[in-house]
């Protein structure tokens, strides 16, 4: 079966600490990929995509993410972390060619520190 | 442009009682997807509709859960009877379609069943 899975669940920084949130998925396929955020409060919203291309991507508000096929992952990067960063990060997957249907992780949890 | 409107946005009940949540997408999109996010956990799609016919319901429980998008807009998810299992966040997203087309999501509708 298809499957997300983010190695980290908490993770805690200081200010202008960077972060890397890493992703791996199962699927033998072609794959669509994605990073949302949660903000405290607010609804899911899209930080990133990948479709094809360079696989390293910019999302908004400085974060990147890179595909790398032969590992499986795309691992979500800021070189410096904000308090406004304080939020719930989700990857998810679509296999290309299906419905669009978005097959997420469990979530990784990052608490910035002033 | 308004987003994704969800109501209500947090509901209690007991158990084998019914339950409906109702979700508006934004205007002209197409698919329509519930999602279920368990605390903990990410969202788990639980059924897309194209216009007003299902695209996928592999994972809805049939035999307490149904939905419906009659006219092609707005929909409504039902829980009949509710098991305690069920407490969640049901998240309803919309895009204009396609597997490369971004899903937007709504605030959620908190349900506790005690």
């Known amino acids: 079966a298809q499957s997300v899975s983010q190695h980290n669940h908490h993770v805690i920084l200081s200010e202008a600490a960077s972060l890397e949130l890493g992703c791996n998925y199962s699927?033998?396929?072609?794959?669509?990929l994605f990073w949302y955020v949660q903000y405290p409060g607010q609804h899911l919203q899209l930080l990133l995509k990948y479709f094809s291309g360079d696989p390293l991507v910019k999302g908004i508000k400085g974060f990147e993410a890179e595909f790398i096929k032969s590992k499986f992952s795309f691992n979500l990067r800021k070189p410096s972390v904000q308090w406004s960063d304080t939020a719930e990060y989700f990857c998810a997957v679509s296999p290309s060619g299906n419905t669009g249907k978005l097959i997420f992780g469990q979530g990784t949890t990052l608490q910035v520190k002033p | 442009e308004a987003g994704v409107a969800q109501s209500p946005r947090y509901k209690i009940i007991e158990k084998r009682q019914s339950v409906a949540f109702w979700c508006n997408p934004i205007?002209?999109?197409?698919?329509l997807y519930w999602y279920q996010q368990i605390l903990g956990q990410g969202p788990k799609l639980l059924i897309q509709f194209q216009n007003n016919g299902v695209v996928d319901d592999s994972q809805l429980p049939k035999d307490r859960f149904s939905a419906e998008r009659l006219k092609g807009v707005d929909s409504t998810l039902k829980i009949q009877p509710a098991k305690l299992e069920d407490s969640a966040v049901y998240l309803c997203?919309?895009?204009?379609?396609?597997?490369?087309?971004?899903?937007?999501f709504g605030p959620g509708t908190r349900l506790t069943v005690l």
């Open positions: 205007s002209g999109h197409a698919t």
């Open positions: 997203a919309s895009s204009l379609g396609g597997t490369s087309n971004e899903q937007f």
């Open positions: 699927y033998g396929g072609t794959v669509n």
